[in-house]
């Protein structure tokens, strides 16, 4: 049979390591899933009521392809509460979770060929998806001293056609500030680049609120989800934030492409809306489970990262230690029993001296785990 090129992505790593472990825990192993970068928690009981009482009562068949009027208008009331910014509900697209906005989105805006700029270490997704469209990724090394964001220095010289930026990231957990955010959106203005905000991870933030791009224009895309603060990996539902003239042809590619998301998972979305205390009990363990780790890491010898603003994981730099960060995640997972996940997902270049360590699971989970690796680094002589 036939292939295309550009259905030559690669591979998930951290997809192997959650393989690996889950042969370990074939083999009678106990490990501590510091790799999963989802929440342990389940989607809030409102939202789990709510399908219930959907599913009793109707078909659940297609809705229209921007999502149910209710739901569109209720995200967009979420921004009024979250960052007193007055949104259209007209503007909001729901989506198969934020993957399917990125397809929707990278779509509506780029012709095969342009080039999208994107900060590395980042979601190792954006790259392959964008390579799938025939469109070009353009990995921007982003520097330590600017927490692993990208700053306008880092892209001045490059000649791009859009910027995806997240914030807080994953891997790395830091956030962009109104003005570093705000700086990036006037280079792309200068460039004539659409700049892309994925704030997937908004809602789970400890030190600072998170800025989304909409505070500080109309003229940008932003993708969210209900996956990581809503809980809801699983039941793939998310949105997008459009401007007004680009609504119509997001809804055209959303009816060909998806026809609609999920009925039965909008459903439950709107009502995980309400979840208010549940979500905010989630968040709790979050907090807790951060500042274990910002304590707990270093006395493992894993003291090079810079303490995330928000998301669940802690961005590592180990190359006192290997040059392999594959082979030390496999020799971590079986001498230690913990599963974490190689840099080199993130970063193709620099990735091979980094580890993320996820702390989405529970408080004691989080103990267990820094323990086992202080006891693997010390019995090796590292700490
Ligand atoms: C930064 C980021 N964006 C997007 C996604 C995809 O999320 P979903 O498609 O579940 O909304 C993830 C998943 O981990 C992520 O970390």
Redesign the pocket.
């Known amino acids: 049979m036939r292939n295309s090129r550009r259905g030559a992505v690669d591979p998930f790593i951290v997809m192997d390591v959650m393989e690996a472990a889950r042969q370990a825990e074939e083999g009678g192993r106990h490990i501590i899933h510091m790799e999963v970068?989802?929440p342990g928690t389940a989607a809030p009981q409102g939202a789990r009521d709510a399908l219930a009482g959907a599913m009793s009562q109707g078909a659940l068949g297609y809705t229209v392809a921007l999502g149910i009027p209710e739901l569109r208008t209720r995200i967009a009331q979420l921004y009024g509460e979250w960052y007193d910014v007055d949104l259209n509900p007209s503007r909001v697209i729901v989506t198969?979770?934020?993957?399917?906005?990125?397809l929707l989105a990278f779509t509506a805006l780029f012709d095969a060929g342009e080039k999208v700029a994107i900060g590395a270490p980042?979601?190792p997704?954006?790259r392959q998806i964008l390579k799938a469209l025939s469109l070009q990724p353009l990995d921007v090394q982003t520097a330590p001293e600017n927490r692993l964001q990208p700053v306008p220095d880092d892209l001045r010289a490059l000649d791009f056609d859009g910027l995806m930026v997240?914030s807080p990231?994953?891997p790395t957990g830091t956030m962009l500030d109104a003005p570093a955010m705000g700086a990036l959106i006037d280079l792309c203005r200068e460039k004539n680049a659409a700049f892309i905000s994925?704030e997937?991870?908004h809602g789970i933030e400890y030190e600072a609120k998170a800025v989304t791009a909409l505070e500080l224009t109309d003229d940008c895309y932003v993708?969210n989800?209900?996956?990581?603060y809503f809980s809801m990996?699983g039941w793939?539902?998310?949105w997008m934030v459009v401007p007004e003239d680009h609504v119509r042809k997001i809804e055209r590619l959303a009816q060909n492409m998806f026809i609609c998301a999920s009925h039965a998972s909008q459903v439950a979305a709107l009502a995980a809306m309400e979840c208010h205390d549940e979500l905010e009990a989630n968040m709790a363990v979050y907090r807790a489970n951060r500042d274990l780790m910002i304590s707990g890491l270093p006395k493992a010898g894993f003291d090079k990262f810079a303490p995330p603003d928000g998301?669940f994981y802690v961005y590592v730099d180990v190359s006192a230690f290997t040059q392999d960060s594959r082979a030390f995640a496999g020799e971590i997972l079986a001498e230690a029993g913990v599963a974490v996940t190689p840099g080199l997902d993130f970063d193709p270049v620099r990735g091979h001296q980094t580890l993320r360590f996820s702390y989405a699971r529970s408080t004691a989970d989080i103990e267990d785990g820094l323990a086992r690796l202080q006891r693997f680094m010390a019995a090796r002589g590292f700490v």
């Open positions: 970068g989802q198969p979770g934020s993957s399917g906005a990125f980042g979601y997704s954006y997240a990231a994953n994925d997937i991870y993708i989800s209900f996956s990581k990996t793939r539902v998310g998301a």
